[in-house]
């Protein structure tokens, strides 16, 4: 339960028109351990129906969260991947499990 309470950070990012890249989150002071919750676009256009240009999070972002030491990422969507893309191999991201006992 450790991850869902803390420090939290809502970023606005209302204003970018399709994706979200690192270079967009770097103006922002974002502090080891915190929640970050990412207010985009998606937020204003409702959830009646499921829409397929949603705003997704690149890697380069999710590895610039992972190097501030973000604990949690939330997102105001069902994915953080853009609709239909598909990638036969997956990079693995190097992060530190928290429980590990090493």
């Keep these: 339960m ?3 309470h803390g420090p939290c950070q809502v970023l606005d990012l209302c204003e970018l028109p399709l994706e979200i890249h690192a270079a967009d989150l770097e103006s ?3 502090t080891s351990g ?3 919750l990412l207010k985009t676009k998606n937020s204003l256009r409702g959830y009646e129906t ?3 240009d949603f705003v997704p999070v690149k ?4 590895r610039f969260l992972i190097e501030k030491g973000v ?3 939330g997102v105001d969507y069902l994915s953080v991947k853009k ?6 191999f997956m990079t693995p991201l190097s992060v530190p499990c928290p429980c590990s006992r090493d």
């Design 2 to 4: 450790e991850s869902f």
């Design 50 to 52: 499921f829409r397929r």
């Design 34 to 36: 915190e929640i970050i």
């Design 71 to 73: 604990k949690t990422l």
């Design 28 to 30: 922002f002071e974002i």
């Design 59 to 62: 890697l380069d972002a999710t």
């Design 83 to 88: 609709f239909g893309v598909m990638r036969r």
